[in-house]
T-cell receptor, first 112, second 113 residues
Framework: GENVEQHPSTLSVQEGDSAVIKCTYS??????FPWYKQELGKRPQLIID?????GEKKDQRIAVTLNKTAKHFSLHITETQPEDSAVYFC???????????FGSGTKLNVKP | SQTIHQWPATLVQPVGSPLSLECTVE??????LYWYRQAAGRGLQLLFY??????ISSEVPQNLSASRPQDRQFILSSKKLLLSDSGFYLC????????????FGPGTRLTVT
């Protein structure tokens, strides 16, 4: 089955700096890669996703890149703000497969 | 628009007592439904998922069970709670097909004492 690994487990940055979180996956058939943000005590919410037919996707300060050959994808947050502080989860799935494989999470702390 | 509800929001139960958590989805039909558990400061552990009424797939052997008596209703149960069952329980739904966003409910925080 699929195995998704996520690094780092914790990340501390200064406000205004960039943050990068990386995930690797093992199943070459995986073709959908969402990223979720979970604030303390709240539900996870999708912030961006990418499908395997594209290499990069941006939404304002957030971007995701995908390298299918190397089987890894990354979340990039630019100009970080204190409200970006949360736990971020990556996941992988594939066509007609009814569950996600989640990474173990990255706790991002943005220091003001 | 679609909405997902969970109740109760918080629950404190003694060891050995039964459990019933409920999740309902509005505004969609034939969704995939999921139960996750999240221990404090940890990741998302998939417990059960369902692709249709009466169809339950179990991911982790444990003293929990799930049922889907109606298309948009998903229930998590236990006959006897253990201390290790404490955690944040999240229900989620997605469209059928496997390549669509999962939408999470607000969660139930369960403390077993």
């Amino acid at each position: 089955g699929e195995n998704v690994e996520q690094h780092p487990s914790t990340l501390s940055v200064q406000e205004g700096d960039s943050a990068v979180i990386k995930c690797t996956y093992s199943d070459s058939a995986s073709n959908y890669f969402p990223w979720y943000k979970q604030e303390l005590g709240k539900r996870p919410q999708l912030i961006i996703d990418i499908r395997s037919n594209v290499g990069e996707k941006k939404d304002q300060r957030i971007a995701v890149t995908l390298n299918k050959t190397a089987k890894h994808f990354s979340l990039h947050i630019t100009e970080t703000q204190p409200e970006d502080s949360a736990v971020y989860f990556c996941a992988a799935s594939k066509y007609n497969f009814n569950k996600f494989y989640f990474g173990s999470g990255t706790k991002l702390n943005v220091k003001p | 628009s679609q909405t997902i509800h969970q109740w109760p929001a918080t629950l404190v139960q003694p060891v050995g007592s039964p459990l019933s958590l409920e999740c309902t989805v509005e505004g969609t039909s034939n969704p995939n439904l999921y139960w996750y558990r999240q221990a404090a400061g940890r990741g998302l552990q998939l417990l059960f998922y369902s692709v249709g009424i009466g169809q339950i797939s179990s991911e982790v052997p444990q003293n929990l069970s799930a049922s889907r008596p109606q298309d948009r209703q998903f229930i998590l149960s236990s006959k006897k709670l253990l201390l290790s069952d404490s955690g944040f329980y999240l229900c989620a739904w997605s469209a059928q097909g496997g390549q669509y966003e999962q939408y999470f409910g607000p969660g139930t925080r369960l403390t077993v004492t």
